[in-house]
Every structure is written in C-alpha cells, then in structure tokens.
C-alpha cells in the first residue's frame, strides 16, 4: 500500500512554470514506478509522464516532450514533475500514480490543479 499526495499546482500565465511534487507515504516506494496524468473538465484522463522505479527510464506523451521533466528520488518518498513553457492546453487535475511497472498503476493521488492562462 501506498498514500500519494500531490502539491504544487496553481495558476500560471501561459510561458510560466510550475513544479508539481507527488509525496508518497509507505516504506517500499523504490519499488514502484511512478506516472503522471493529467484531466481537463470535460475530457477523459491522459498520460503525462513516467518513470521507472530506478529512475532509469522515462516516458513523456508527444504533448509535453521537450516542456516537461519527471523525477524521482527514492530516499525522499517523492516523485516531480517540472512544467515549462506551460500552455492553456495544460490547464487540467494533475494526478500522480504508483504501480509495479510504468503503465500499470494500481494507487492514485486526489490530484492537484493546474491552470494556465492566455
């Protein structure tokens, strides 16, 4: 089991940064990969980023490649994600995930928002 609980969010102009952390409450967090999701009011859930449980290997959507950077550091139970260059588009609930492997999530954070304006 694990608790996730993420902070960071708020409200940018377009151009900005934000930098969202997700901290994880449980003893076993270097076992489990980490992902980021986003949703926007009216749409469904997507995939942001991830990143495997040794940090080796990550995975961005096409949307935020080049803007977006995930990291994680096992001994501080938490995961990042550094938002640059923000856009209106990336306005959304940004949620953070922990499962056995990247894709497979099974424990999911409330959630923290992001909003960015034109």
């Known amino acids: 089991q694990v608790q996730l609980v993420e902070s960071g969010g708020g409200l940018v102009q377009a151009g900005g940064s934000l930098r969202l952390s997700c901290a994880a409450a449980?003893?076993?967090?270097?076992?489990?990969?980490m992902g980021w999701f986003r949703q926007a009011p009216g749409k469904e859930r997507e995939f942001v980023a991830s990143?495997?449980?040794?940090?080796?290997?990550?995975n961005y959507a096409d949307s935020v490649k080049g803007r977006f950077t995930i990291s994680k550091d096992n001994a501080k139970n938490t995961v990042w994600l550094q938002m640059n260059s923000l856009k209106p588009e990336d306005t959304g609930v940004y949620l953070c995930?922990?499962?056995?492997?990247?894709?497979?999530?099974?424990?999911w954070g409330q959630g923290t928002q992001v909003t960015v304006s034109s």
């Open positions: 990143i495997a449980r040794s940090g080796l290997s990550k």
């Open positions: 995930a922990a499962g056995p492997r990247e894709g497979v999530y099974g424990f």
């Open positions: 449980g003893r076993t967090f270097s076992s489990y990969a």
